[in-house]
């Protein structure tokens, strides 16, 4: 019982205190995705115009939580979750908006934020179902997700020259 106690209070004080969580769900690849810890679940919105996605999350299913230190990034715990579903403009709808909303940043709607995730968006509990996973031994690092983005082009013709110009004055 002891036991029990002290890993559900070891997911709730490190995912309160860390600002972004590693959610995987069934056959997908761990995503980022920020939260606030609200009445003893992570609670995300989504799915939105310019909200993070939540493709791989859906009512009812299992997803896999894995919670970073905040000031050294290093994994601290991994839970098992149950994804629930809060429906638009209901009670426990509301009240967690209300936590979500004080902390969404670079919103581009502000106060006018609420109707448009009732509107457009997904609003998921994810519940802690169960013990935390030992952490493991070796390194979980994956290829990045696929992506559209690009960062490389072409050098610069004139970069070769303005860089062993530089070395010549030295």
């Given at each position: 019982?002891?036991?029990a106690?002290?890993?559900r209070?070891?997911?709730?004080?490190?995912t309160?205190?860390?600002?972004?969580?590693?959610?995987?769900?069934?056959?997908t690849?761990?995503?980022?995705?920020?939260?606030?810890?609200?009445?003893?679940?992570?609670?995300?919105?989504?799915?939105?115009?310019?909200?993070?996605?939540?493709?791989?999350?859906?009512?009812?299913?299992?997803?896999e939580?894995?919670?970073?230190?905040?000031?050294?990034?290093?994994?601290?715990v991994t839970?098992?979750?149950?994804?629930?579903e809060?429906?638009?403009?209901?009670?426990?709808?509301r009240?967690t908006?209300?936590?979500?909303?004080?902390?969404r940043?670079?919103?581009?709607?502000?106060?006018?934020?609420p109707?448009?995730w009732?509107?457009?968006?997904?609003?998921?509990?994810?519940?802690?179902a169960?013990?935390?996973e030992?952490?493991?031994?070796?390194?979980?690092a994956?290829?990045?997700l696929?992506?559209?983005?690009t960062?490389?082009?072409?050098?610069?013709?004139?970069?070769?020259?303005?860089?062993?110009k530089?070395?010549r004055r030295?």
């Amino acid at each position: 019982m002891t036991s029990a106690l002290l890993d559900r209070a070891l997911i709730e004080e490190a995912t309160k205190k860390s600002g972004l969580i590693w959610v995987k769900g069934p056959g997908t690849p761990a995503r980022a995705l920020w939260h606030v810890w609200h009445e003893g679940a992570a609670c995300l919105v989504g799915d939105g115009p310019g909200e993070q996605p939540l493709p791989h999350l859906t009512d009812g299913a299992a997803a896999e939580v894995t919670v970073r230190s905040k000031d050294k990034g290093g994994r601290l715990v991994t839970w098992p979750a149950r994804v629930v579903e809060l429906a638009p403009e209901s009670e426990a709808w509301r009240e967690t908006v209300a936590e979500l909303k004080g902390k969404r940043l670079n919103a581009p709607d502000g106060e006018a934020m609420p109707e448009r995730w009732a509107r457009e968006c997904r609003v998921l509990r994810l519940e802690p179902a169960g013990a935390s996973e030992p952490l493991p031994d070796g390194s979980l690092a994956e290829a990045p997700l696929p992506t559209p983005a690009t960062t490389r082009r072409p050098a610069p013709a004139a970069l070769p020259r303005l860089l062993l110009k530089k070395r010549r004055r030295t």
